[in-house]
């Protein structure tokens, strides 16, 4: 094995061990996970970065996770000085482009957990594409650091729901 080899095999086991990726023809999905949320609180965020690997745009139809009753993706805008989170309907990958869902912007929002998830555990959630694929991931469930917690202020979105951790949920996020 050359010293280019070497690098380029040390540098992929590197980044398989550093956070799973999933693939599944023209999208991959990597550094998937969720923060812990306290056992009272049934709704958790998830984040990840999906990659569209193909010459066209394409956008998620649906996504389900057997351990929620929904998940959504939300953006998350100023508005009159509040945070406010906003449902995406049909959220758009460009093509050989990436869509980042992260702390404090894009992300998703798992509602009604049907039974605890501690950090260590998985969260598996299907996505479902416009182009017909669908790709099966997991979001390792980690403990919400300080990094996190700064990042998470409480959010007014709407309706009276409550998403928990101190965010309040609002019309928008009605169906
Ligand atoms: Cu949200």
């Known amino acids: 094995m050359n010293y280019k080899k070497t690098v380029l095999f040390a540098t992929t086991l590197l980044s398989l061990l550093a956070s799973p990726a999933f693939a599944a023809n023209s999208i991959t999905i990597t550094d998937s996970w969720s923060p812990e949320a306290p056992p009272v609180v049934k709704v958790m965020a998830g984040y990840m970065v999906i990659h569209n690997n193909s010459n066209s745009d394409i956008a998620i139809t649906s996504i389900k996770s057997k351990l929620f009753r929904k998940v959504e993706i939300h953006n ?3 508005k009159d000085n509040t945070l406010h989170m906003v449902r995406q309907d049909r959220p758009i990958i460009r093509a050989k482009q990436t869509l980042v869902l992260e702390p404090g912007k894009y ?14 555990e998985n969260i598996p959630v299907t996505l479902s594409f416009d182009n017909g694929k669908s790709i099966n991931i997991s979001l390792p469930v980690r403990k919400a650091d300080e990094k996190n917690k700064k990042t998470a ?17 609002g019309a928008s996020m009605k169906k």
């Open 107 to 120: 992300h998703m929002m798992l509602i009604g957990r049907q039974k605890p998830v501690k950090a260590g």
């Open 76 to 78: 998350t805008v100023m």
């Open 153 to 169: 202020p409480a959010m007014k979105c709407g309706g009276g729901m409550k998403c928990g951790g101190g965010m309040k949920c």
